[in-house]
Nanobody, 124 residues
């Protein structure tokens, strides 16, 4: 059974960078659509970035240029690098797995398996 673990997160300051890992166990994910999401207090979960089996990526307009989504298939690990963080990006960050062979796309509907989430707090 697929299980996603996100050990990263924590408290950072405005302008800091953060790299979040998400490791999959139970089966390989190299052919799956993978994504990162976040949910701020009182807001809906939003799709931040996605990557497909060809390593094609897409990202939310507000973070494009500041984030990098990548994966290491040998380690079954997905990463999200976010630069120049600001307090409005304080949220619980989640990774998720989507269908095999699906193209990179944003949106929660494509994803069926989710990590437990990791808190990222950006102080001003």
């Amino acid at each position: 059974q697929l299980h996603l673990v996100e050990p990263g997160g924590g408290l950072v300051q405005t302008g800091d960078s953060l790299r979040l890992p998400c490791t999959a166990t139970g089966r390989t994910i190299d052919t799956n659509l993978m994504g990162w999401f976040r949910q701020a207090p009182g807001k809906e979960r939003e799709s931040v970035a996605a990557i497909d089996w060809r390593d094609t990526t897409t990202s939310l307009d507000s973070v494009t240029g500041r984030i990098t989504i990548s994966k290491d298939n040998l380690k079954s690990t997905l990463y999200l690098q976010i630069n120049s963080l600001n307090p409005a990006e304080t949220a619980v960050y989640y990774c998720a797995v989507g269908p095999k062979w699906a193209p990179a796309a944003l949106g929660t509907n494509f994803f069926g398996a989710w990590g437990q989430g990791t808190q990222v707090t950006v102080s001003s």
